[in-house]
């Protein structure tokens, strides 16, 4: 009794769960999972040169290759401090620990040991750890390869790889979670890695074969670990959804694989909706995001996941986050973006793992160091939920949802006007000639559809009359659009409102000063709602277009698509831009 108790302490003051018992199905262990945290660009970094696997480095190596520090038990503790209850701990088994380019998978014994340690050093704080294999050098290239014996070897490695796994692993308990894949299975198919592939082996495989061969691949994976025996033969598997993107997988051609044990399969998915704002390489280049329609379409995404769960599934997104950019600056509204992806994921029953390299939870100082994000987490962990029913859990996180989304702005976008679907309003379309900027391009009048940093000047119309309209680029990454690839003025609904009526150019300012036009403007519409007169639009055949165009007099004779002088200096940089046009009947 007495040594019973001592092993009962220890385990509790290690953090242990060990004593817990195993959750009764794959929906229940996805509870448990909660909210996660990758160990992200640590032991998945790899250098994949062309002779690397020929002389491998010692694990430590690749571990901090990639601007991390090597993993201690302390960071894990501090992960597990912090409200995060599972961490994926993302590996690369063949580039970093095997010979594969020269046919050889057989796992270095090091780098085996060092995945272990770091595993013992998450259950000994307490977590729930999931390991895969990771992008690993492009490895799963040679699934597409041309080459038939480059085809077996892809599977017989797999295959390889996770006996050996099963087998290292095979003594941990429910706590240790395997995951078929990362995002490469079916997306990868196709790549071409140096190390592994060329030219000359990977093209590019049709839908129907890459969703069947990553249905196989997932199907050999439950096979090999349950075939293991042991703890294996119901270890709870987490296998890779097509690309792990949500609407591909849910594509009825992915298929969850057979599985011998009951209720111990979960699905992984990753989300970082939308990339232009979640991926983004700067906090100042990033779409803005916090409007009402952007959290209803996480909302709506992460929905479509029910056609898993309701099949009993449990979900895992493996991956998510507004990442910090190079620029090292946390974008704005990420709190509130991963508070809301946490309620969304509480509503729907979904456990997720945020995406990490330091850029959240910084682990050389065992912390977030950004206060409000800290606390988005701090009361999220295990602890705080133990006792309380699922249903309690669900319902907090949809009401604390719909009340974000309650308070979230129609429009993020400055002097953006809060108009009805029916309301006449001026604006200019614009794309930048390098690509770089561009606001509201379209027939439809769409503020939200803006490079960040422009500050947009809209105008209603309410009747005949004269009117100004601008664009300042000046808090754009560059400051400037690099000239004009197409751009004109926009009037929404000026059709119905005011039929018949005409633009007439009075001024165009670029960067303070008068730019003179290249012929004249002309008024029309291309889909009989938006009224426009282009300022620069060289894909327009103005023969064809005088049937459709009107101008205030009746004299068609010079008109253009492109009156912007595109070679004046001025439009070599544009900082500012600003028309005023007048807007009457034709005469």
Same mark, same amino acid.
Request: hydrophobic residues 35%.
């Given at each position: ?113 060092? @995945?272990? /340690?770091?595993? +013992?050093?998450? %259950?000994? =704080? #307490? ?8 992008? $690993? ?39 240790? @979670?395997? /995951?078929?894949? +990362?995002?490469? %299975?079916? =997306? #990868? ?8 592939? $060329? ?389």
């Amino acid at each position: 009794m007495i040594l019973c108790a001592a092993m009962s302490l220890l385990l509790l003051l290690c953090g242990c769960a060990a004593a817990e018992d195993a959750p009764e199905n794959a929906i229940e262990m996805s509870r448990r999972m909660g909210n996660g945290i990758n160990l992200g660009n640590t032991m998945e970094a790899c250098n994949n040169g062309k002779h690397s696997s020929l002389n491998l480095q010692p694990p430590s190596f690749y571990e901090i290759s990639w601007g991390q520090p090597i993993t201690t038990p302390e960071m894990l503790q501090g992960m597990k401090s912090c409200g995060f209850d599972t961490i994926r701990i993302p590996v690369a088994w063949m580039t970093n620990a095997t010979h594969l380019a020269q046919g050889d998978y057989t796992i270095s014994p090091e780098y085996m040991d060092r @995945v272990e /340690e770091i595993v +013992n050093y998450a %259950l000994d =704080a #307490g977590m729930i750890v999931i390991i895969n294999d990771h992008w $690993d050098g492009g490895w799963w290239g040679m699934f597409g390869s041309d080459t038939e014996e480059t085809r077996n070897l892809a599977m017989e490695a797999y295959t390889g790889m996770w006996k050996q796994l099963s087998e290292r692993f095979g003594k941990y308990d429910w706590r240790l @979670v395997f /995951e078929s894949a +990362n995002e490469e %299975l079916g =997306a #990868g198919f196709d790549e071409n890695s140096p190390l592994y592939c $060329d030219d000359s082996l990977a093209h590019t495989l049709p839908d129907d074969q890459r969703y069947a061969l990553t249905n196989r691949v997932n199907q050999v994976f439950v096979d090999t670990v349950r075939a293991s025996g042991g703890n294996n033969a119901d270890r709870f598997l987490l296998i890779a959804g097509f690309g792990t993107d949500i609407d591909r997988t849910s594509d009825s051609r992915f298929q969850m694989p057979q599985d011998p044990a009951d209720s111990r399969l979960l699905l992984s998915v990753h989300y970082y909706g939308p990339w232009s704002y979640c991926g983004a390489s700067s906090a100042k280049g990033a779409t803005p995001w916090g409007k009402k329609k952007d959290f209803e379409e996480m909302y709506s995404i992460l929905s479509r996941l029910k056609k898993f769960t309701s099949a009993g599934y449990g979900i895992v997104i493996g991956e998510y986050g507004a990442l910090s950019g190079s620029d090292g600056i946390m974008k704005k509204n990420a709190p509130a973006y991963h508070e809301a992806f946490l309620n969304c994921c509480d509503a729907l029953d979904l456990a997720s793992c945020l995406w990490d390299c330091s850029g959240f939870f910084v682990r050389r100082e065992l912390r977030i160091p950004e206060e409000e994000l800290a606390a988005v987490y701090a009361g999220r962990n295990a602890v705080s939920e133990a006792g309380r029913d699922y249903s309690e859990i669900a319902a907090t996180g949809k009401a604390a949802f719909d009340a974000m989304v309650e308070a979230a702005p129609d429009s993020l976008v400055e002097n953006a006007l809060n108009v009805t679907p029916d309301s006449c309003v001026a604006w200019i379309m614009f794309s930048g000639g390098d690509g770089a900027v561009s606001y509201s391009v379209g027939n439809t009048y769409t503020p939200d559809s803006i490079t960040p940093g422009i500050v947009p000047m809209d105008v209603e119309i309410t009747g005949p009359g004269e009117y100004t309209v601008a664009l300042d680029f000046t808090g754009t990454d560059k400051g400037y659009a690099s000239n004009t690839a197409f751009s004109a003025i926009g009037i929404s609904n000026g059709e119905q409102k005011f039929p018949g009526y005409c633009i007439y150019f009075t001024e165009v300012i670029v960067n303070g000063e008068p730019l003179k036009l290249k012929g004249r403007n002309y008024t029309c519409s291309d889909d009989g709602k938006c009224t426009r007169s282009n300022l620069y639009n060289e894909w327009v055949d103005i023969k064809n277009a005088r049937s459709g165009a009107r101008v205030l007099h009746g004299d068609l004779t010079g008109i253009s698509a492109t009156v912007l002088n595109r070679e004046a200096p001025a439009m070599q940089q544009i900082r500012t831009l600003e028309i005023t046009f007048r807007y009457e009947p034709r005469k």
